[in-house]
């Protein structure tokens, strides 16, 4: 079995600051790829940002030079730094990842349960 955990999520101020981290653990041969996507109240769910296991990094052009993703491959551990936050960027974020387990051949995608952000003052 394999869980993903987010943790960091809270209440900032406009031009606040975060860093969430989601925690992949279990029977895990491989993590391929790391997203963080977020979905606001009566909103779809959409990508913010990805992270292959060799580091190469995209972003949605609306984070663009304000967050920055990076991993730990030792930990397993995805991060989601978040600068410059706008009320705009309050939503759930949620912590993806494509892996293999161990003993298996073809990937699977895995959810993390979510962790609240809310920009307000």
């Known amino acids: 079995q394999v869980q993903l955990v987010e943790s960091g999520g809270g209440l900032v101020q406009p031009g606040g600051s975060l860093r969430l981290s989601c925690a992949a653990s279990?029977?895990?041969?491989?993590?391929?790829?790391m997203r963080w996507y977020r979905q606001a109240p009566g909103k779809q769910r959409e990508l913010v940002a990805g992270i292959t296991s060799g580091g190469s990094t995209n972003y949605a052009d609306s984070v663009k030079g304000r967050f920055t993703i990076s991993r730990d491959n030792a930990k397993n551990t995805v991060y989601l730094q978040v600068n410059s936050l706008k009320p705009e960027d309050t939503a759930v974020y949620y912590c993806?990842?494509?892996?293999?387990?161990?003993?298996?051949?073809?990937?699977?995608?895995?959810w993390g349960q979510g962790t609240q952000v809310t920009v307000s003052s």
């Open positions: 993806n990842a494509i892996l293999r387990r161990i003993g298996e051949r073809h990937s699977d995608e895995y």
């Open positions: 279990g029977s895990i041969f491989s993590i391929i790829y």
